[in-house]
């Protein structure tokens, strides 16, 4: 494999599915994987085993669903979690036991009270642990974004050595800067004996809005794994994008980073997953918002119908968009108006259009969006067509 290639991790259904009032049933959730696995992910991160009946049953349904991706199940470092992790993931093609435990001072001292070496011990514990049940084992340092980097070079070596494939580097509160975080990932190629025989993933929390700048400096900075889900939804301010990241690396192509992801599917599961998990895509979101392609301003307008990409960096049926739109308000200029009046059927002259724009914008200012159902009723209205019709 190059090693140009990012793997794209997917835990919609795990870390998303923590969202409040997000909770999905197992024909929701397999008819999500289902997607995933076309979409091109690499990893399908179905859910935590242990947590609970339904939790497990979707992971195994899942496992027997999907045909080309890599599912996973989510544990602690915890032996009763990674066994019933295991036999989730009995009928899996490509299952991967993903295990850990939190590596900063706070959670070390308040939520584990451990020193560093037992620390290390329950991690080394973990990891064996799932090796004797299956070969793909990720190691998740959680906290690291806050954990000390000498240490957290210490855990990824003794959990390398005990067979993990995957270190997972997350920022769990969020609380890095990019340049931070890229640095700490450098560090650990740089510091951890054995680091070639494993794969540095990133996974970054959304808490300072973030998430997706800290994973692209992990990427630029030697790691070859991004976790992330659809719509950026997850834990309190959520994760990672995929779609962002998906379409970074698409857009970029000079940082030569590529992903398995089938861009023109974006769209339509961000969709998906906002349909059944009843929480609407904010307009303005990167990508696959209702507005990431809509143009409303008079100079943005002229330039976007002179020439498309003056004002859009990619094109809206690369990621399964329709077609960019013009929106008609106060701000819109008369190329914009002329644009959407020929699209329902006036070839509009100067004069015609000059006198048109007015009356439009009388009436552009008392309504939030003009449709093309007004345009109609402000051409019929106006002079022009006395003069049209007469
Ligand atoms: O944010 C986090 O640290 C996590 C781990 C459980 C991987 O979600
Ligand atoms: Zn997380």
Redesign the pocket.
């Known amino acids: 494999m190059s090693s140009n290639r990012v793997y794209i991790f997917d835990t919609t259904l795990r870390?998303g599915e923590q969202v409040p009032g997000c909770k999905l049933n197992t024909e929701e959730k397999l008819m999500i994987a289902s997607r995933l696995d076309k979409l091109g992910v690499d990893v399908i991160e179905a859910g935590f085993p242990v947590s609970s009946p339904g939790d497990f049953q979707s992971v195994e349904a899942i496992a027997k669903l999907v045909k080309n991706a890599t599912v996973c199940g989510?544990t602690r470092a915890v032996e009763n979690d990674i066994k019933v992790a295991a036999e989730a993931l009995t009928f899996a093609k490509r299952p991967r036991i993903?295990t850990?435990i939190g590596t900063s001072e706070s959670h070390m001292k308040y939520k584990f009270k451990a020193t560093p070496e037992q620390i290390i011990e329950r991690a080394v514990a973990a990891v064996k642990y799932a090796k004797s049940f299956l070969e793909d084992v990720e190691f998740?340092a959680?906290?690291a974004g806050r954990s000390d980097n000498e240490f957290l070079a210490r855990v990824c070596e003794a959990v390398i050595k005990a067979g993990a494939t995957v270190l997972?580097i997350?920022d769990?509160t969020g609380y890095c800067l990019p340049e931070e975080y890229g640095q700490k990932i450098k560090y650990l190629k740089e510091n951890v004996t054995g680091i070639h025989n494993a794969i540095l993933s990133c996974?970054c929390?959304n808490d300072l809005g973030l998430a997706t700048a800290n994973s692209i400096a992990g990427v630029m900075n030697g790691a070859r794994q991004v976790e992330c889900t659809i719509n950026g939804i997850g834990?309190r301010a959520g994760n990672t994008s995929l779609e962002e990241v998906a379409m970074i690396l698409k857009q970029h192509p000079y940082l030569d980073l590529n992903t398995n992801i089938n861009s023109t599917m974006l769209t339509e599961i961000s969709q998906l997953v906002s349909d059944t998990m009843g929480m609407p895509v904010q307009p303005n979101k990167a990508i696959v918002g209702t507005n990431a392609f809509a143009h409303s301003s008079g100079i943005h307008q002229d330039g976007v119908i002179k020439h498309r990409e003056t004002y859009e960096i990619m094109d809206p049926k690369d990621v399964g968009a329709e077609t960019s739109s013009i929106v008609l308000t106060a701000r819109s200029g008369r190329a914009a108006l002329a644009y959407r009046a020929k699209n329902v059927g006036y070839d509009l002259t100067k004069r015609e259009l000059d006198t048109i724009y007015s009356d439009f914008l009388h009436f552009a200012d008392k309504h939030k969006e003009v449709t093309d159902t007004d345009i109609h009723q402000i051409i019929k209205m106006s002079e022009v067509s006395r003069r049209m019709y007469a």
Do not use: K, Q, V
């Open positions: 870390d989510l993903h850990g998740y959680e906290d997972n997350p769990t996974h929390h834990e």
